[in-house]
């Protein structure tokens, strides 16, 4: 398993180079499109409480258990760019999901968390020094869930589902 998530890892990681030319086409617009597709990868820990009937039971995993569990995940960020104008989403996927039992009860249990953060935003370039100053203005929407479920034998015993459209 560290041997896919290392390969995925140097799969995913992006290069970017910037040239400059000092002919004179310098401030001329850019008419074309520029395309930036961007995947990458989250390094996280999971620390939660899931409480039922004044009950509560800590959850906590460190990275390498949250890889072990992890079921489907895509994070990926694109860029469309023409002249000063841009466009940008985001998107990032995530489910983990951790089979078990209650020994005493004899009752097999599931967990699974789905994580979904959505951003698509659009601006305009204002200040580009083209040595060291960069400033964008730009408005966007995000939607963010996080939708949990907790499964003792055939019974769903918790669903949960937190979702949070942001303006930015």
């Given at each position: 398993m560290e041997k896919i998530f290392v390969l995925t890892l140097l799969c995913c990681m992006s290069h970017v180079s910037y040239s400059q030319n000092d002919s004179d086409n310098n401030d001329k617009p850019i008419s074309t499109w520029e395309l930036d597709l961007t995947p990458y990868v989250w390094l996280a820990n999971l620390s939660a409480d899931i409480s039922f009937l004044e009950q509560s039971v800590p959850?906590?995993?460190?990275?390498?258990?949250?890889?072990?569990?992890?079921?489907?995940?895509?994070?990926?960020?694109a860029e469309v760019k023409k002249g000063k104008w841009f466009i940008m989403g985001d998107l990032v996927y995530l489910k983990v999901a951790k089979d078990?039992?209650?020994?005493?009860?004899?009752?097999?249990?599931?967990?699974?968390?789905?994580?979904?953060?959505?951003?698509?935003?659009?601006?305009?370039?204002?200040?580009?020094?083209?040595?060291?100053?960069?400033?964008?203005?730009?408005?966007?929407?995000?939607?963010?869930?996080?939708?949990?479920?907790?499964?003792?034998?055939?019974?769903?015993?918790?669903?949960?589902?937190?979702?949070?459209?942001?303006?930015?």
């Amino acid at each position: 398993m560290e041997k896919i998530f290392v390969l995925t890892l140097l799969c995913c990681m992006s290069h970017v180079s910037y040239s400059q030319n000092d002919s004179d086409n310098n401030d001329k617009p850019i008419s074309t499109w520029e395309l930036d597709l961007t995947p990458y990868v989250w390094l996280a820990n999971l620390s939660a409480d899931i409480s039922f009937l004044e009950q509560s039971v800590p959850v906590k995993a460190k990275f390498k258990d949250v890889l072990k569990n992890l079921k489907m995940g895509a994070l990926i960020h694109a860029e469309v760019k023409k002249g000063k104008w841009f466009i940008m989403g985001d998107l990032v996927y995530l489910k983990v999901a951790k089979d078990g039992s209650i020994d005493a009860l004899s009752i097999d249990t599931r967990l699974e968390i789905k994580q979904t953060v959505a951003e698509l935003g659009a601006g305009y370039n204002l200040i580009n020094s083209q040595d060291w100053l960069f400033i964008d203005g730009f408005a966007g929407l995000r939607y963010f869930a996080v939708v949990s479920n907790v499964q003792a034998g055939t019974q769903s015993l918790l669903d949960k589902q937190l979702i949070q459209p942001i303006l930015f």
